[in-house]
């Protein structure tokens, strides 16, 4: 399934956009990516790259993604920012980190994050991928929104698009299956797999098919997959499910799957989201 | 629903086992209790009780909890321990924690939690209750473990129990549906909904019908219920379901929804779990 990139001269605006530079005090400074805007502010999903990131690139970190945690505090503000990533406790195996963004001294985004040198062991799916159509044989569809963030990514709804119309109707669930890949065909690792798992619009939108004012408060992504696992998949297409759960006073929950196109799993993720009507 | 609580001269020992003390410096102090002892240190539902207390308590807080993931970093030693909650940031309605817990100067829980003052507005159920037996035609298994914790609970298996035999055959899913109360009829508050959340077995030992040593590495929940929901379950029965999504190279995860007996969604919980073999 590997795709051929396209060649580029220039780095692709993902490896910009995570880009992080290390001062003498071991804070890391970045900064905000045009590319990955959302309505406001940039995308959930960079800036949870942004944070893992800190954590990948840290001189001490001990072996590889298991969880991760992001709070969006506030909205980040176009521009510069930094983040402190400290392991808070390093054991044999595992190894665990409070990570932290500021802009202009405030906390902006607050993270929690597991790293661990895994072992192989006996292994069992239960979630298991739904049977759907090929990524060739599912159209992608007009654009249905105008953030940056969504044109780079491929984007092939198989059910549970963006509602056509807004017209306040309960659909009764909020079951979204979508094809997505880079639509670059930048190969996948751990940064952009945490990028993508926030790829799901807001499950109020589908079950409500309304438009009302969100934004994620907290998500959480378990990472199943391993680094060998992530090379397979390449720049290939990468199957996503999304269903919210319960939706209450101003908060909703969803949560979310991803396996790579031959069936395995990747990520499970779930987020809690504000919404206000 | 409500249950009649015994006549109590003494506090209740969930209330012993959160109870904090507040020094100078703002710290929080504590100590882990036997009666919510584990097989190796405390259930892992205390501390997140304990750390989402330190919260509760704290004089700056501002509203009630909407979400809370606690890592589970090191084990909690019996004894005394140190907490230290810092709101992180403070918006208009909504709050960030970040929360981290001590023992002889060394970090053995972290946690992130967003507490918010909430609005009513339109609500809606996806995820509902299951139909399952009453509480009253589901049996109290026998004793299957010696857990401590255990005893604090009345649980009542409606599928899924504990498995009988540890026999290595593969159940072909990890579903347990399960009515859940305190045993001595405590009434629910935000603290014992965090705890309660931690109620599951794991479900490694149901999937795979065999005992291996295991331990939750991080924990998410997501509070949907409202304090004036969790005065009408009273000391009632909760209706809790769980089921692990993926076993990989030491960790899985599980995903769990918590309903009052009248059919409210209370709570969502996620956790990943170290498993070694």
Redesign the interface.
Known sequence: MALIAPKMTAPHPFDEAIALTCQEDGQFIGHTSAPYGNFVGPFGGISAAQMLNAVLLHPQRLGDP??L?I?F??AVADGAFSIQARP??T?RS?Q?W?I?MFQAG???L???A?T?V??????????TMPVVPSPEDTASPPRFAPMQWLKRYDIRFIQGGFPEALDDT?AG??LTQVWLRDALGRAMDFASLAAISDAFFPRLFL??ARFVPVGT??M?I?F?A?AEQLTQVGGGFILGQA?????????F?Q?A?LWSQSGE?LV?T?Q?V??K?
Chains 1, 2 share one sequence.
């Open positions: 298991v969880s945690t709070n505090c506030a808070a406790r054991n595992t665990h409070v932290e405030e906390t902006v607050t993270a929690t597991v661990a895994r072992r192989t062991t006996h292994s069992l799916g239960e979630a309960d669930h909020s079950r409500r408060v907290s959480t378990y199943h391993q269903q919210g759960q319960h939706f209450q006073n101003g908060f929950d949560t799957q799993m499970t779930h809690t504000y919404y009507e």
